[in-house]
């Protein structure tokens, strides 16, 4: 018992050392030793056992002797010895710092595991340490970029990384390191060598075209001359070759990847021979030895005639479609058809040159002459219409105006009615007219009738004591409508003001103002309004609508100071009572089967025909079914329709003079189809007449396979078989040609009655198409068709794509170019060189002042200058185009009074120019009837004045 009790009191808390690492079992066994080692002297003998208690953290003693027992518990503190691993580690992460790893090829470095275990190898070999495991670790990797023909170094990598080594529990890591990764360079020639090789292998040379190639045809030769050059250290280089109009040589631009360059050759351009000359020298001979007959006085109804008639024996003889040919006026002497004091009348003549033309070549006969035969005199039936003019009280009316109208054109002069209100018209031939009498601002229109003999009215005219007005408006282009009974509508008083005369509008005649009612008629295309309903009702009912007329009435009251009262003034959808409104029939829808009108008014299309509607509203077909008269009392959009008789019908269509012979054998004539119009052949088979379609014209004629040129009648001169064919074109299309692989639009091109007349260079083929153009700010009415007119025939353009500025003014330059291109788009090029000191030749409009100043049509402003760049003003510009119209030979005027109200202002050295554009309408005046002559001219007004100058031009 004492044994244990020392041995107890020998056990205490102390600290014990073990190896490294060592586990529970091992730091049991170290404290069972030290406490066993306390068991000596009064211990001997006390045996101990040594347990770990894991909840407690320390050491339970049991000890023993014999049957004695008891326990304790220590407190141990546990020392191990240092880590055997340190050292090594360190010693490996200084190695792996230390080591040098080098930079890496692309070709070597394919993926990053064999970049990082080449690192790792060289990492490895560097600790010498097999028991040390070696990591490398990624930071941050930038592939390389090989190198190419644009880039030949190409684009270095590189890898950026950690090392890792471990051994046991031990790790540690190195600083960041970076190596190279180098890019594979190009080896081949790089874009720079090869655009520097193109450049050194292009040059000056020479290449052959075919002849007559335009421009687009040479540059694509020299560029293929350029792309052939492009071989061995230049392949691959990409060429584009343009031609400097300025130097006259050829700009190449030659790139390859991101390289680019360029270079500028000089080359000759040969053509081959013109295949044409000896064409040409053959036409001109035989176009030389034709015979040219004489014509008579009827056969050549005008000079467009005339020259048709020699064309067709010239291109007979010269006999090959291919040529062009053309009749050159050299003079002209009109025959004087005989009167009753000359019978025979005298003769006149037509001196002319043939040209031929074929391609470039160009050739012209010598002078020629044909003799006109003068018709001899034979008396053609004339009548003449006799009246009265009264007021109304019956009172004869002196000097009352009296004037006979046949639609827009009046037939022969106004007269006068003398003292007892009489009047007589003379010259008049068979036809219905609107006799329009006027005087103190009263106008009466009614409908008379000369039907072979004298007419003398049963029935005073009687132009009332208050001012209502019946007028008849018919506008251009329009079928001469006459009217009857719209001087009626004044004796029944409307209730409605837009069906009639108020009595408050008669008030207003009472207190000495005044009423006017005019009936306007116009004929109308199909994109009239309700065209299109009145066409589908027509098409519906099986038949076509051969012409549109919008009828419409204007009722315009106006108080004693002369100042329209816009609240009773009124478009009248009906009147009163029914009119008469006689409507001739164009040629082209004569001889038709099962007439109808179809009327669009209110909403609704109505259907007019011979059985009278409620209304009392019909049509009758009159004057040997050449006129429509139509009885009607409401008014809009007015459609003529038929259906086409299954039985064809025979129609002369007028002869153009001559007569037929029994001896001579009637013609074959083989008319082709031809879309937007007819041909009709005369009964005697000698006269072809051509009638368009509405909305198309004629544009030439083509007798057994030769252009003869627009006309509306074609005379056979014998009794041969023919063939004949008509080109109809549409009104909206343009006459253009093609120069250098451009179309050029026509300037002196318009349309004159149902023809298509133009002036084109010698030697072109004309052609149509319609060439639109676009402006936002072409709003303004009346200058709209103007601009369109200039713009589409490209004499001048717009400010921008989509811009005009029509209310800009023009500098004379501008001006000066825009008549230039006018007249070379039609007579050929314009070379001039200008003396003018401010004038640069390098400028667009250069070689246009040059021309117009050396023919006349501009002068400077003085000291040798022309001031391109100053505003043209309204004086200078008539000038201008009086000066333009002497050098074209057109400028045929009277000696007229100018009626402009600052008429004083103009300067003396325009009063021609302007007296020329007053008479022949050229420019017309602004507000107020003033002509504004040192006003600048807008381009508005220019396209306008171009547009009638055209038009006057070539009527």
Known sequence: MNAVAAAKTAIKDSTVTVAFGADQTAKTAAVKSYV??????????????????????KYDVAIQKGTVKDSTTITMTITEDADPDIATVNNAKNAAESATYADMNQTDATSEDIIKDTLKSTATTAINDNGVTVTINKESYTEPVAGTSADPTGTNGSYEFTVTVSKGSQTQKTEKKTITIKATAFTGVSDVNAVAAAKTA???????????????????????????LLTGDATGVTATVTFNSETGKYDVVISKGSIEDSTTITMIITEDADPDIATVNNAQ???????????????AIDEAGIQDALKAIAESAVNNNTVNVTVNKESYIVPIAGTSVDPAGTNGSYVFKITVSKGLQTLFTSQKTITIAATPYAEIPIYKIIGIVQDGNS????????????????????????VDGKFTIENVINGTYNLVVSKNGITVTTLVVVNNTNNTLESAIILPSGKTNSVVEVKPSTPPIVVGGLDTQ????????????????????????????????????????NATDISATATSDGK???????????????????????????????????????????????????????????????????????AGEKIELINNGTTIKLTVKKFSTYGIAYTTPSTPTNNTGGGSGGGSSSSVVASTITKETSEGGKITISEDKKTATLIPDDDYVIANVVVDGKSIGATEKYTFSDSKTHKIKAVFVKKSALAYYNQENQKVYIGFSAIVGNLYKYVAPAGVTVEFKENPKTFTDNTIAWAKPSIDFVTEREIFIGKTQDQFGPNEGMTRAMFVTAIGRLYERSYGSILSKSNFSDVNPNEYYAKYVAWANNNGIIKGIGENQFAPTKKVTREQMAVMMFNFAKFLKKADVTDSSLVYADSASISSWAMDGTKYCQETNVITGREGDRFIPQGNATRAEVAAVIERFVKNIMK
């Open 544 to 614: 076509t609508v051969g012409i549109f007329v919008d009828l419409s009435v204007l009722k315009t009251v106006k108080d004693s100071s002369g100042d329209e009262i816009s609240s009773q003034s009124a478009i009248l959808k009906e009147l009163p009572s029914l009119i008469e409104v006689l409507i001739p029939l164009p040629t082209s829808l004569q001889g038709r089967a099962n007439y109808v009108v179809y009327r669009y008014h209110g909403t609704e299309v109505n259907t007019i025909t011979t059985e009278a509607n409620p």
């Open 36 to 57: 066993e080692g306390l068991l000596t002297g009064d211990a001997t003998g006390v045996t101990a056992t040594v347990t770990f208690n894991s909840e407690t953290g």
């Open 202 to 228: 292009i040059k000056d040379s020479t290449v052959t075209v075919a002849f007559g190639a335009d421009q687009t045809a040479k540059t694509a030769a020299v560029k293929s001359y350029v792309e052939g």
């Open 490 to 529: 004044f004796q029944v008083t409307a209730t409605e003001p837009d069906k009639g005369v108020t009595s408050t509008d008669n008030d207003v005649v009472t207190n000495g103002g005044s009423v006017e009612i005019k009936l306007i008629a116009e004929k109308k295309d199909n994109t009239a309004t």
């Open 285 to 299: 001979n035989a176009a030389d030895n034709a015979t040219y007959v004489d014509m008579t006085q009827v056969g």
């Open 395 to 418: 009172s004869n009316v002196q000097d009352a105006t009296v004037k006979l109208m046949h639609g827009q054109n009046q037939v022969g002069l106004s007269v006068q009615t003398d």
